[in-house]
């Protein structure tokens, strides 16, 4: 979920904006998707879907440099007619990033180079899917009876970076961090 504080990444373009369309069939699909990094900054981008196994990014991890931008194909796997309607997104998460040359998957999967690399808080961008002739458009935004509701931002603040941050706050703030255990033998036998 997005949070509701300010946006600081104000100067990224997504094209298509919203929402990208493909066929409810089980051929392999692809649509091809732009983001235009217009920030002073590098942006570093990682691909989530609500499907993992129906959907995919490639690439799925990438840095984008200031003042240029970059086409990704999001990549929808193929499947059947049938049952319920689907209601799938993808999801790019989004951070400014310090200069660097380390893989962008590196970045995402080391914890360390993340909190090194990383500036400020993580932004979301969903972009929604659309089954031709299956989902209407913008059913994000509608009710489960069809009905119009407020329309939901598509890129903001990631909530749980939001909240992660604010907890460590609170818990340094409060003193909750007090001592720091640091293992500095290697774990195995004490005596060698």
Do not use: C
């Amino acid at each position: 979920m997005l949070s509701n504080r300010p946006i600081t990444l104000r100067n990224l373009r997504f094209n298509p904006l919203d929402s990208i369309t493909f066929k409810l069939e089980p051929r392999r699909q692809k649509v091809p998707y732009e983001i235009q990094n217009d920030e002073d900054v590098d942006i570093i981008v990682k691909w989530k879907s609500t499907r993992a196994r129906t959907f995919n990014t490639q690439p799925n991890y990438a840095i984008i440099r200031s003042k240029t931008k970059m086409t990704f194909q999001l990549v929808f796997k193929g499947m059947e007619r049938g049952g319920s309607t689907p209601a799938d997104r993808f999801s790019a998460v989004i951070s400014a990033i310090k200069p660097t040359d380390q893989p962008a998957k590196q970045i995402w999967k080391q914890h360390e180079l993340r909190s090194e690399l990383l500036i400020g808080l993580k932004h979301k961008k969903f972009v929604f899917v659309i089954f031709e002739g299956v989902n209407e458009p913008e059913w994000w935004n509608k009710s489960v009876l069809g009905e119009d509701e407020p329309i939901l931002p598509n890129f903001g603040i990631d909530k749980d970076d939001e909240e992660d941050a604010e907890l460590l706050n609170n818990a340094m703030r409060t003193g909750a961090f007090q001592h720091v255990i640091l293992q500095l033998d290697p774990p195995g036998d004490p005596n060698q």
